[in-house]
């Protein structure tokens, strides 16, 4: 097809698609359900496709015509809009769900096999009796290891629709034969609060990975459990959550904020301005909290983040959230795929917009945005950031905060790169420490599964000579020792050991307590709440 044909199948293309687009009433997508958008049975790009497949000198696809047609013509538009194409929907509503159907199994993939890590509690898996430490070497009689693996196949190998079976070839250690396992398979929740758990004497602490379904429930039990263990103030972790559904940041943030405030508001050309306010009814008003953010702190994240600073309800820190503040809805359409359109943006209490700018269409430029703020020295320098006075608020108490994108801190904490080497980046960049660890663990499983608390595991691995096996393995994979950089980033290391040795044997309960025991983050959290 030349390109005057594809740009007159573009356009007619184009025009059908915003025709229909405004045939539909848009509002957010509140329950994880998309509003359905109808199609007429017959129009001119059905017309011209046909037209194209009867009379066109070659022969051409017409369904892959019409993909990469969706696909351009959303990338014409704002960076957050998107095609999803229908073999990808159900996987990526999967994701904040709150659960999806498969056997119940985390996993990594090492030396071309799926290695199990962990084993859901109550899941197919533990029922018939998988382990951690299991090789899957065959799915359904098929051999099923080798460099072609990708976590995607591994994925669609394994999940599968309630109640149907999957059987699996596992090699485990100790075992020379195959042994073969037939699994039912279930509903696995997706969890988004990763840990919440007494960080202090009164303090709880709860990590947040993503705005799910099912978050603000699984917050609200994190709450009362950490009340019942004495916990009288909060930290909350948004580091590196990078969203979701907006209705649950602003349930979450009204357990904090006494009644008639604003939380969020919302805005756009076609959608008439929408306020969230707090209902006076929350369980946390009169307690302090801090929240945790960064540069991949987004969206939802930042709702919440703004709403705590600009009802000036408690300290955010850490270093400029990443700047999205689009309102997404998912319209569904009749072949099975969806698009996620933008339909507003959102505003902080004090009327900043959240959005970074970005120029419509230049999407590659708007992802290189992170590179530009590491390049211009953000990350380690609060003072190379420079804002407008045009963009300076004031929340409800008087206090001066920013616009321009993102969220900024109530207090910076630069990355802290005293410790990073040459060394240190390659044994990190190639997945060494991940891979020690799990080999580690595989080990010496049986004394570690005798160790029931992460401070107990604590003190035995500090016992234990990591640093040293695990520079051997290094070098097993090429990498050379040079022991002026491994002493220099050796705490790093240590840590980050000790912490994924825990999770493959305790889960994330003992993961995060140990990697954030040095954490300075959440060390300067400590310190504020610790003040009036």
Not at 409 to 416: A, G, L, N, S
Request: some cysteine.
């Amino acid at each position: 097809m030349n390109k005057k044909n594809f740009l007159l199948v573009l356009i007619v293309f184009l025009s059908v698609f915003f025709g229909l687009l405004l045939g539909n009433i848009l509002a957010l997508r509140s329950n994880g359900s998309g509003v359905f958008l109808g199609s007429r049975t017959h129009n001119k790009v059905d017309e011209l496709l046909s037209i194209i497949d009867a009379q066109y000198v070659d022969t051409v696809n017409a369904t892959e015509m019409t993909e990469e047609m969706m696909t351009d013509l959303i990338l014409k538009l704002d960076p957050h809009s998107v095609y999803i194409p229908a073999s990808d929907l159900e996987n990526v509503n999967s994701e904040l769900e709150g659960s999806f159907s498969g056997i119940g199994v985390q996993f990594n993939i090492q030396n071309d096999t799926v290695m199990i890590i962990s084993v859901i509690s109550g899941g197919p898996s533990e029922k018939v009796g998988l382990l951690a430490g299991d090789r899957i070497v065959k799915v359904n009689d098929s051999v099923f290891v080798g460099k072609k693996i990708t976590n995607e196949k591994v994925m669609k190998k394994l999940r599968g629709p309630a109640d149907s079976k999957v059987r699996l070839g596992i090699r485990r250690h100790g075992t020379r034969e195959i042994l073969y396992y037939s699994i039912t398979r279930g509903q696995i929740p997706v969890n988004s609060v990763d840990i919440a758990y007494m960080i202090e004497p009164q303090v709880g602490f709860i990590r947040v990975s993503k705005f799910a379904a099912t978050t603000y429930t699984e917050f609200l039990n994190a709450l009362a459990d950490l009340k019942n263990k004495g916990a009288k103030k909060y930290i909350i972790d948004l580091r590196e959550n990078s969203g979701g559904f907006m209705e649950q940041a602003i349930n979450m943030v009204n357990e904090f904020l006494p009644e008639g405030r604003i939380i969020v508001y919302s805005q756009g050309k076609s959608y008439p301005r929408s306020e969230a306010k707090s209902d006076g009814k929350g369980s946390c008003i009169q307690l302090p909290v801090v929240v945790l953010i960064d540069e991949f702190s987004a969206s939802a994240s930042e709702i919440f983040a703004g709403a705590i600073q600009d009802n000036d309800r408690g300290l955010i820190i850490g270093r400029r959230s990443f700047g999205k503040g689009l309102v997404q809805q998912q319209l569904n359409l009749t072949d099975g795929s969806a698009v996620r359109l933008t339909v507003a943006r959102y505003y902080t209490p004090t009327g900043r917009s959240i959005q970074k700018p970005y120029v419509r269409g230049k999407s590659d430029d708007y992802e290189m945005d992170i590179l530009n703020r590491y390049k211009h020295g953000e990350f380690d320098n609060k003072d190379s950031i420079h804002v407008a006075d045009s963009l300076k608020y004031k929340t409800i108490g008087g206090r001066t905060v920013y616009g321009g994108g993102g969220i900024m801190p109530d207090i910076f904490v630069p990355r802290d790169t005293t410790e990073f080497t040459p060394y240190l980046n390659k044994v990190i960049n190639y997945g060494y420490l991940y891979q020690f660890a799990f080999q580690y663990t595989d080990r010496n499983r049986a004394k570690l599964k005798s160790i029931k608390t992460w401070q107990s595991m604590d003190i035995y691995l500090s016992q234990q000579n990591l640093i040293t096996e695990f520079v051997l393995f290094a070098t097993s994979k090429g990498i050379v020792a040079n022991w002026k950089e491994i002493n220099i980033s050796k705490k790093i290391m240590l840590s980050q050991l000790k912490a994924y040795i825990t999770r493959n044997s305790l889960g994330d309960a003992g993961f995060f307590p140990l990697l954030y025991k040095d954490d300075k983050t959440v060390k300067k959290a400590l310190e504020q709440l610790k003040k009036k």
